[in-house]
């Protein structure tokens, strides 16, 4: 299906896919979604025409910075320099030859981008959705954020990745694989307690996990999980990889918004590329709203990073609207930018709050409310105190956390040595997982504490964990219909060997009706 989307206004009960209505159940006003990102096929047509333009002068930038060779093409071409300087050369009179169309598509582009709404809808309406919940029984919910490093390959480069086609090819066979079983089981590794909140279960669905004598395993797993009902992706750059990721994602997930992010000039700011934002979900749309962070810095400035925020329908229950919140956000990304990280917390919080209660209905019953994404900053790094104490944890729950500077000790850090990433103790998610079973492979392959300016700390406190700079955080029951939460699982996924710089991290929410 083709891409489209919208940011604002309300409409009929159903959200509009081109001239075909999906239909929602109880109806209630919904934002209106649309398959096209612009208002009308002129400018569709112009936006063709100004990428046409850009196209070769982007293709040969590309070829440039491609050039760069990671550490496994260091060690397989022992005979490339002469090779790729040729090639530097060839592509360079390619970007010069381009640069008159360059000018011109720029000056195209940008005006049209002005017109373009902030994300792009898909709707597939083959695909089985969610079963519709009426609170009878216990539902549990999979969230996974993922941070895929799909940016155009030579950009990629300096995370030492490319081959960006081929990556996102394998991400999107992996992440929606055939259609789950009934039973669809989240690995569950437990990690010797479970976090309940809320009351009391009315109609018990078995006894809850019972808290352990101490901390389990490390809890990973090889592959992403099989029964996911929220994927929330970063750093899709790259207009083909997102293409092949709505194109895989849609034969699983029915709604999926990607190309999210206002791109041009905004604020007196030029954004070349957009949020890298993606988000699929088994369950239909209501409301969707992008908000672009006014301060990115440095590198981070030429991308719309903000904060894409949904409500999702789950269900009805006595004529009420069962209902879901989650966001998904990519924060400031350079080490020594805790100021701006911590300002931009305070905006999401912000909008988290302003988006919940504009599209809550009366009545409605909230089963969760998530928050998604690479923050950049972890809970064991020095360099890193004044985000870890920000006011957002004080509302949203981290599994993975204690306490301002200190995890859970079966925690581990999603951040991996990206110089390291080829190495055969971790080339394939079956050997990365049983290297960051033990102490020492994590330690060696990722990424260790920090300071304020970004450099090693050479005096790590507590025991090393490794960064965890990827999180999915949720907020605790509240509200006129009391529920029951349970963190049922959190997996750290070794999926992505040699193929992101991230681990993939899932969490397992169980959710039920409980009495007051």
Known sequence: ????????????????????????????????????????????????????????????????????????????????????????????????????PMALGLLLWLPVQAARRPFAYQYTAGTAPAEPWDLRQRRAFTFLSANVCLLPSGLAKFSNLGQTPQRATYIARHLAPA???????????????????????????GPPAAAGPGPGPVALAERFPADADFVCLQEVF????????????GGAFPHVLSEV???????????????????????????????????????????????????VLLGSAQGQRVVGYLGCTHLQAPAGDAAVRDAQLTLAL?????FRGAWEQRGDVVAFDVLCGDLNFDNCSRGDELNQRHRLFELYRDPCRRAPGQDEPWAIGTLLNYLKIYEEPVSTPEKLRRTLSEPAGRQRYLAG???????????????????????????????????????????????????????????????????P
């Not at 569950?188 to 669905?205: I, N, Q």
């Not at 912000?350 to 302003?354: A, E, K, M, N």
Request: proline letters at 10%; aromatic letters at 6%.
């Open 238 to 249: 790259d207009a083909g990889a997102a293409a092949t990721l709505r194109r895989r994602l």
């Open 350 to 354: 912000h909008w988290l709050q302003l």
């Open 179 to 205: 259609p789950p079983s009934p039973s669809g089981a989240l690995v569950e590794p437990r990690h010797g307690h479970a976090d309940t909140y809320g009351g009391t279960l009315r109609t018990p669905p």
């Open 449 to 515: 504490p920090i300071l304020a300016s970004g450099q090693p700390d050479p005096v790590a406190r507590g025991p090393w964990q490794g960064r965890r700079v990827d999180y999915v955080l949720f907020r605790p029951p509240g509200g006129a219909w009391p529920m029951w939460t349970e963190v049922a699982g959190v997996t750290f996924i070794t999926q992505l060997a040699t193929r992101s710089d991230h681990l993939p991290v899932a969490l397992r929410l169980h959710v039920a009706l409980a009495t």
């Open 261 to 311: 992010g206002d791109r041009g000039l905004h604020g007196g700011r030029l954004k070349l590329l957009d949020s890298g934002l993606l988000l699929a979900s088994r369950y239909p749309l209501l409301a969707a709203e992008f908000h672009g962070f006014p301060n990115g810095a440095r590198e981070d400035a030429m991308a719309a990073k903000g904060l894409l925020v949904v409500q």
């Open 1 to 100: 299906m083709a891409p489209g989307g919208c940011a604002g206004g309300t409409g009929a009960s159903g959200q509009e896919r081109g001239d075909v209505a999906v239909p929602l159940s109880p109806p209630a006003p919904t934002m209106l979604l649309r398959e096209s990102p612009f208002p009308n096929r002129a400018l569709v047509a112009l936006d063709y025409l100004a990428r046409g333009l850009l196209a070769p002068s982007f293709w040969a930038t590309n070829r440039l910075l491609d050039l760069r060779p990671t550490t496994a093409e260091r060690r397989s071409r022992c005979c490339g320099w002469a090779g790729r300087a040729l090639a530097g050369l060839v592509y360079a009179a390619a970007l010069l030859v381009s640069l008159p």
